[in-house]
């Protein structure tokens, strides 16, 4: 995944392709080799589960969006991070400056929290109606997340132990 930014859906169909092939040959092995139907009904629930994780993305009626969202829970699993996302379906999609800038102050903020001790990773987005909600551990007042999120006019809070940053768009 070469830039955290700019989502190559290829690549995500490509993994997910993957994964599913996997967890699909999985079940096939345990089906040959008789196991129970518990380990046959626990395949099945992961093959279920991964479906269903990435339909809950594009519920938000926003491709564009939905399709940043899960390439960022991509890297972030990649990068071992905490990704969690709460995503209400939007009324119509955003503008291309609008998820530019959002693109922009999730992938700074990916790239920082990698470097962080693996205990302290995470990310949560929100998205509501017309406003983002981001939340991060706590990063340097002069990082450059905090200092682009400031810059691109988002509200940012300093909380016990996390930075919130949102934006009405």
Known sequence: MNSISEPDIYLLLRHFRHDLLNDLQ?????LQLGRSNDVL???ASNIVSRIQEVSSIFACNDDSL???VWYW???ATVARIRFSQQIEPVQEPFNKEVLASL???VSTLLTE???LEEDKRFL???ISGTQFLLKSPPLADAAPAILLAQRKGWQLEKTAGVWRYWNVH
Do not use: E, F, P, W
């Not at 999985?26 to 345990?30: A, E, F, K, S, Y």
């Open 26 to 30: 999985l079940l096939m092995g345990h």
């Open 41 to 43: 009904y626990q395949d």
């Open 66 to 68: 939905a399709t940043s």
């Open 73 to 75: 829970k991509s890297v």
């Open 103 to 105: 693109r922009s102050i």
């Open 113 to 115: 929290i990698a470097t």
């Open 124 to 126: 949560h987005i929100g």
